[in-house]
Nanobody, 113 residues
């Protein structure tokens, strides 16, 4: 069975940084397109960042230049480095093996002073 588990969320002040982790089991992250999505309170689920098996990346316009998605093949983990966080980044963040239907339970990020 394929599982992904997110971690690394928390409370951070505006302008701060967090790094989210997505540890995968039952599949190899480098052979899949992996994605980070988020859902804020009262908002729809939206894509944040994607990394394809070949290593190409895509970002939502709202996070371009502030967030970086990357993977550690040795640890079979995908990360989301989030810098210059803004209050509007507050959301539950989810990791997925794109197209598989496999999602983690999410990690909460709160950006507030």
């Amino acid at each position: 069975q394929v599982h992904v588990v997110e971690s690394g969320g928390g409370l951070v002040q505006p302008g701060g940084s967090l790094r989210l982790s997505c540890a995968a089991s039952g599949t190899i992250v480098s052979r899949n397109t992996m994605g980070w999505y988020r859902q804020g309170s009262g908002k729809q689920l939206e894509v944040v960042a994607l990394i394809a098996s070949g290593g190409s990346t895509n970002y939502a316009d709202s996070v371009q230049g502030r967030f970086t998605i990357f993977r550690d093949n040795a640890n079979n983990t995908v990360y989301l480095q989030m810098n210059n966080l803004k209050p509007e980044d507050t959301a539950d963040y989810y990791c997925t093996v794109v197209g598989s239907g496999v999602w983690g339970t999410g990690t909460q990020v709160t950006v507030s002073s």
